[in-house]
Structure formats: C-alpha cells, structure tokens
C-alpha cells in the first residue's frame, strides 16, 4: 500500500486532515477564480440565475448604482441609467445600504465588486474557523468544513453579488464573538431576516444590548428616511413583503412548492386567494417564536436556526443563492453538542443536498442566455425535481432543530421572563 494511502486511512490522522483542506481550499480557490476573471465560468452551466439573468456581479451593482445616485442627491431606487454601473437589478434594501455603498462609489464598478468577494471569502475563513473550533468529533467536523468550501449555492452567490451569506454568517458570528453587537447590527442593516432571531436571543440577557443596539440602529436610519421619502417607503415595503409568488425557474422555496401544487391540484381557495400565504408565514414565525422562547433546552444556536428556516420556509422568494444561509443554519446545527448520531448524519446529509447544485443543469437543455425563462419548453415535473432538492432538506433541518426545541419541555410565560431577567442558559 503506497505510504500516501495508509496516512489516509483515518481521519483522525492530522496530515490526513491538512491534505484533505488544502485539496479542498484549491478547489475552492479555483472556482472562485474562475468566477472573477471567466465570463461563463465553471458553474455558468449549472444554474438559472448564471445562464438567465444579468451578467457577474448583477446584484451587487444594485447597490453600486444605489449609491451612485446616493453620492448625487438622488433616490438611491430608481433604475436609472447612472452612466457608470454596468447592469443592475433594482436596489430593494434599506436606505443605509445605499449610503454607505457611497464609499465604493470611488473604486470602479469591477473594483468595488472584487473587493466584495474578498470580504466575502474573509467572512467565510472565520466562519469555517468557529465552526472547525465548534465540532469535537473529526469526521464531523471536516465533513462540515468540506461541504462550506465546495458549496454551490454559496459560488452562486458570488457570482452574484448577492447578500444573503453575510447577512446570516453576521448574524451567527455576532452571537459568539467579541464584537457581537456591532455584527449583529450589521446583519440586521444589510438584510433584516436576522429580525426573525430576536426572540431566541431576548430569552438570554447578555444579548439584550445587542437586540436593543441593533433595533435601535434600524429605527434610526430607517424611520426618518422613509418619514421623509414616504413614496420610497411604500416601495420598499412592497418589493420587499408584498410580491405574490412566480412560477420562475430560479424559484426553489416551500411557497413555490406550495404554489406548483396549488395550480396542478387545482386548490382554487389557495391559488385564487394567495394572500392566505402570508397569514401563513405570520402563523410559521409566530409559533416557532413562542416556541423557542418557552423551551427549557434550547440553546441558543439551535432557536437562532429555528427561527432562520422558519423565515427561508415561509418567505415568497427563496431562489437557489438563498441556500447558502441554509446551508450555514446547518453547519450550526452541526455544532450543537451532546446529540445523537443519527441526528448529526441527517443535519450532514441536508446540508450535503444544499450543496450540491440543483438539476437544472440536466433539465435545461438548450441555455440560450436570449431567453428570459427557459420553462416555457420543460414538461411539467422539471419544476418539480429542481425545487424538492432544496425545499426537503430545508424542511428536515426545520423539523430537527424544531426537535431540539421540544427537548426538556416548555416553561410557563411567566418562567420564561424570569428566566430571561436572571439567567444565561447554555450556548
């Protein structure tokens, strides 16, 4: 047996572990490479949002050009036509976003967007770090690693530009690190889905500063802006709150699931009356809400989860790039000490199907870029077997820390407030 293969053998073996990372962290470095410098890259042919929607960097522009038009005295959500951003979605954050991109105003637009996807990458070497220092077991802990650094959702998400890694990675790094409040509050800022975690956190009082910091923060630059801008408000509320679901390629969440079904059952009450969908998702968050404030064993990390899937299984628009904060709920969940294997093997088993890719790379055929949607030509069941892929593992990982929520029981409203005045459960 070569001497390589028997050094190999056991993952306890700590060369074995070194060269197994450094395998992976090559990997992971080239396809990010080729994400930054090849028009279709490596991961082009594997995704809608890569064939079907604007070029590299689409979503980041949006805030580019939000803070073009900030730095001219102008509304940071209109779609102009600025002169020097390249192509971009419409701006849906908060106004903050806009103002500070003002300092990436004076890089170039591609300067601007390299310089996010190191930020990104520096983002993701700490997490990989709390979350290698987090896991006792070591196959665990590097089968964790492995699956974060060739993750597919999260190359998606560079490619795009997009937000949603740092929002949750933020939002969990700023529960255990030093700076906690100061990265809470920027989660928060950059997207508010790490609103939804406020009630596993407010039931322990060293994290009441951050709640109280990062709600404060909001209002302020948030309220009188839109007080003053009250047409922009509106927008803001409707882009971000309000759509109705699309049958869209790019979809993959549990409302489009629902939605699908809704349409081949011929369910009318649903489909006719879609606004039912949001009485839903109040229904979803304000349960596991009560829930995991009540529950005598939850740790933090696990209601923190809980409350994110809830938001990733009720929120309308869950495209495939939103399973990279999946995918770190997960890797979350992996740190969560004294359970059973069957559970750590089930959490490794979804986030192993987050991921991967879905098959739309195997479904669409043509990936003719002129199109705008290519589902016009799928049969019916395409829909179907790109989305399970990513709404099952969801649900799996909802229903395991809903799991860890149940464990020990429930304290009565009054225990629970008590609790939070005088005591800090366990992380």
Same mark, same amino acid.
């Given at each position: 047996?070569?001497?390589?293969?028997? @050094?190999? &053998?056991?993952?306890?073996?700590?060369?074995?572990?070194?060269? *197994?990372?450094?395998?992976?962290?090559?990997?992971?470095?080239?396809?990010?490479?080729?994400?930054?410098?090849?028009?279709?890259?490596?991961?082009?042919?594997?995704?809608?949002?890569?064939?079907?929607?604007? &070029?590299?960097?689409?979503?980041?522009?949006?805030?580019?050009? #939000?803070?073009?038009?900030?730095?001219?005295?102008?509304?940071?959500?209109?779609?102009?036509?600025?002169?020097?951003?390249?192509?971009?979605?419409?701006?849906?954050?908060?106004?903050?976003?806009?103002? %500070?991109?003002? %300092?990436?105003?004076?890089?170039?637009?591609?300067?601007?967007?390299?310089?996010?996807? /190191?930020?990104?990458?520096?983002?993701?070497?700490?997490?990989? +770090?709390?979350?290698?220092?987090?896991?006792?077991?070591? &196959?665990?802990?590097? %089968?964790?690693?492995?699956?974060?650094? =060739?993750?597919?959702?999260?190359?998606?998400?560079?490619?795009?530009?997009?937000?949603?890694?740092?929002?949750?990675?933020?939002?969990?790094?700023?529960? =255990?690190?030093?700076?906690?409040?100061?990265? +809470?509050?920027?989660?928060?800022?950059? $997207?508010?889905?790490?609103?939804?975690?406020?009630?596993?956190?407010?039931?322990?009082?060293?994290?009441?500063?951050?709640?109280?910091?990062?709600?404060?923060?909001?209002?302020?630059?948030?309220?009188?802006? +839109?007080?003053?801008?009250?047409?922009?408000?509106?927008?803001?509320? $409707?882009?971000?709150?309000?759509?109705?679901?699309?049958?869209?390629?790019?979809?993959?969440?549990?409302?489009?699931?629902?939605?699908?079904?809704?349409?081949?059952?011929? *369910?009318?009450?649903?489909?006719?009356?879609?606004?039912?969908?949001?009485?839903?998702?109040?229904?979803?968050?304000?349960?596991?809400?009560?829930?995991?404030?009540?529950?005598?064993?939850?740790?933090?990390?696990?209601?923190?989860?809980?409350?994110?899937?809830?938001?990733?299984?009720?929120?309308?628009?869950?495209?495939?790039?939103? @399973?990279?904060?999946?995918?770190?709920?997960?890797?979350?969940?992996?740190? =969560?000490?004294?359970?059973?294997?069957?559970?750590?093997?089930?959490?490794?088993?979804?986030?192993?199907?987050?991921?991967?890719?879905?098959?739309?790379?195997?479904?669409?055929?043509?990936?003719?870029?002129?199109?705008?949607?290519? $589902?016009?030509?799928?049969?019916?069941?395409?829909?179907? *077997?790109? #989305?399970?892929? $990513?709404? /099952?593992?969801?649900?799996?990982?909802? #229903?395991?820390?809903?799991?860890?929520? +149940?464990?020990?029981?429930?304290?009565?409203?009054?225990?629970?407030?008590?609790?939070?005045?005088?005591?800090?459960?366990?992380?």
């Amino acid at each position: 047996m070569p001497p390589w293969l028997s @050094m190999c &053998g056991s993952l306890r073996n700590p060369t074995c572990i070194r060269i *197994i990372l450094a395998i992976l962290a090559a990997v992971h470095v080239a396809i990010v490479s080729s994400i930054l410098v090849e028009d279709r890259s490596v991961i082009w042919p594997l995704h809608h949002d890569t064939i079907y929607c604007y &070029g590299r960097g689409a979503d980041f522009y949006a805030v580019y050009h #939000a803070g073009v038009n900030t730095r001219r005295g102008m509304n940071p959500y209109i779609p102009n036509n600025d002169g020097v951003t390249p192509y971009h979605y419409p701006f849906r954050y908060l106004p903050i976003v806009a103002l %500070a991109a003002q %300092a990436l105003t004076y890089l170039t637009p591609n300067t601007a967007y390299l310089l996010w996807i /190191l930020l990104l990458e520096g983002l993701l070497v700490l997490l990989l +770090f709390i979350v290698w220092r987090s896991i006792s077991d070591p &196959g665990y802990r590097l %089968a964790t690693v492995a699956l974060l650094l =060739v993750n597919s959702p999260y190359f998606l998400e560079l490619h795009m530009g997009q937000f949603t890694f740092a929002a949750v990675a933020l939002c969990y790094l700023g529960l =255990v690190l030093p700076a906690g409040s100061l990265l +809470f509050t920027l989660s928060v800022l950059l $997207k508010p889905l790490s609103l939804a975690v406020l009630p596993a956190i407010a039931r322990e009082r060293r994290y009441w500063f951050t709640c109280l910091f990062a709600i404060a923060c909001l209002l302020l630059v948030s309220v009188p802006y +839109f007080i003053h801008h009250p047409g922009q408000g509106i927008g803001f509320v $409707k882009t971000n709150f309000l759509p109705g679901v699309r049958l869209h390629t790019g979809n993959c969440g549990l409302v489009y699931l629902m939605e699908l079904l809704a349409i081949d059952g011929d *369910i009318a009450l649903l489909h006719q009356h879609w606004g039912l969908m949001h009485v839903f998702r109040f229904l979803v968050l304000a349960t596991t809400a009560l829930l995991v404030f009540h529950s005598r064993a939850s740790r933090v990390g696990v209601g923190v989860s809980a409350l994110l899937l809830a938001h990733f299984l009720t929120y309308q628009d869950v495209w495939e790039h939103h @399973m990279t904060g999946v995918c770190v709920v997960a890797a979350v969940l992996m740190t =969560v000490p004294d359970c059973t294997r069957l559970r750590y093997v089930a959490v490794l088993f979804c986030l192993l199907l987050l991921a991967l890719p879905t098959p739309f790379g195997l479904v669409d055929i043509v990936k003719d870029p002129s199109m705008f949607d290519p $589902k016009g030509q799928w049969p019916r069941y395409a829909f179907y *077997i790109i #989305a399970l892929p $990513k709404v /099952l593992p969801t649900l799996a990982l909802y #229903a395991i820390a809903m799991s860890e929520v +149940f464990r020990g029981g429930f304290r009565t409203p009054r225990e629970a407030i008590r609790n939070a005045l005088t005591k800090a459960p366990a992380r």
